[in-house]
Nanobody, 128 residues
């Protein structure tokens, strides 16, 4: 129903900024929330940030709060992850995900298992 395509990853130096993009297509009206996750080799998939699709609510992992902003360009059906002051620890494959409407929700979902659609991921490597 929903297709997600990430872009914007790459190799950057510590302290640099990077903006990841997630373009949504298909049944975007079915999306309730969008999330960003990251997964380093040998690690579990980690929640980074989430926001409502149509509203303004956002939520950030404590490990990235203050350095990462999640936003949406409604006209482009694209969600962005703006990352500033990048550290080598941020190196991971970053995934965007969509949480569909119809499921009772009072807070933004932070568990990867709750999301319904996923992008292919984009590699972010931060060198020192």
């Amino acid at each position: 129903q929903v297709q997600l395509v990430e872009s914007g990853g790459g190799l950057v130096r510590a302290g640099d900024s990077l903006r990841l993009s997630c373009a949504a297509s298909g049944r975007t009206d079915s999306i309730d929330a969008m999330g960003w996750f990251r997964q380093a080799p040998g690690k579990e998939r980690e929640f980074v940030a989430a926001r409502t699709w149509s509203g303004d609510s956002t939520y950030y992992s404590g490990s990235v709060k203050g350095r990462i902003t999640i936003a949406r360009d409604n006209a482009k059906n694209t969600v962005y992850l703006q990352m500033n002051s990048l550290k080598p620890e941020a190196t991971a494959v970053y995934y965007c995900a969509a949480y569909k409407l119809g499921i009772q929700r009072h807070t933004l979902p932070v568990s990867a298992k709750l999301y319904d659609y996923w992008g292919q991921g984009t590699q972010v490597t931060v060198s020192s």
